[in-house]
């Protein structure tokens, strides 16, 4: 049951954003922070965790799940340190994601070769 509850969270919250992209004149950037920011605001309000919870992967792997977990590093990081953790919370919540992104990104700039685009 756990997989689909995932799966049918997850793919609500892609079709938000596929329905932006159809129906919306905003860019792909634009449809990227609204989504992040989404995320942050909806745990900031105690609405996210809740969807967490109840979905697990399929709230926190789209990019509203990134906004979750820079809010919520910055909660924990400002009860931990005090305001100083809100300068560092949500870079210290989200370094292993990022790491990967650019260790992966290495790779395969590294295996490809960069050639022109043939049509």
């Known amino acids: 049951m756990d997989y689909l509850w995932a799966f049918l969270v997850g793919g609500a919250i892609c079709l938000i954003g596929q329905v932006l992209i159809d129906y919306t004149k905003l860019s792909p950037a634009r449809i990227l922070v609204i989504f992040v920011v989404a995320g942050v605001f909806l745990t900031a309000i105690g609405w996210y965790r ?6 697990g992967a ?3 792997v789209p990019l509203t799940g990134f906004g979750y977990l820079i809010a919520d ?7 931990a340190n005090g305001l100083l953790g809100a300068f560092t919370g949500g870079l210290g919540a989200s370094a292993a994601g990022l790491e990967a992104v650019m260790i992966m990104s290495l790779l395969v700039a590294v ?6 685009k043939t049509t």
């Open 50 to 55: 809740p969807l967490v919870e109840f979905a």
């Open 58 to 60: 399929g709230a926190t």
């Open 73 to 79: 590093g910055v909660r924990r990081s400002v009860e």
């Open 111 to 116: 295996m490809f070769k960069r050639g022109d």
